[in-house]
């Protein structure tokens, strides 16, 4: 069945660091879109960051992380990577990874995607 699993959440202090995993499971043999979300209580999902499974190419963020997150994928062990680095407290969320239709367009819009992971928290605090 496939799958996504997100891990390498929990709290750090302002301006601290985190990498989240994504580790999926049969999405890697095709070309298609993988993202990371986040949802803040009360709040919409909304795109943080997102690379073709393929890697190699492009990758998209959004504004209020750009220069301080990367997204990263390792095709051979199926595995999509969250760097955050200098985190502030409007970085806490649930974060999810997700993946795309197979060669859609690549993009931040949550409805683009079609399969979720569960989530992991990161929680920054001052």
């Known amino acids: 069945q496939v799958q996504l699993v997100e891990s390498g959440g929990g709290s750090v202090q302002v301006g601290g660091s985190l990498t989240l995993s994504c580790a999926a499971s049969g999405y890697m043999d095709s070309r298609r879109c993988m993202g990371w979300f986040r949802q803040a209580p009360g709040k919409e999902r909304v795109g943080v960051a997102a690379i073709w499974s393929s890697g190699g190419g492009s990758t998209y963020y959004a504004d209020s992380v750009k220069g301080r997150f990367t997204i990263s994928i390792d095709s051979a062990k199926n595995m999509v990577y969250l760097q955050m680095h200098s985190l502030k407290p409007e970085d806490s969320a649930m974060y999810y990874c997700?993946?795309?239709?197979?060669?859609?367009?690549?993009?931040?819009?949550?409805?683009?995607?079609?399969?979720w992971g569960q989530g992991t928290q990161v929680t920054v605090s001052s």
């Open positions: 997700a993946a795309g239709y197979a060669l859609a367009a690549c993009t931040l819009s949550p409805g683009s995607f079609r399969t």
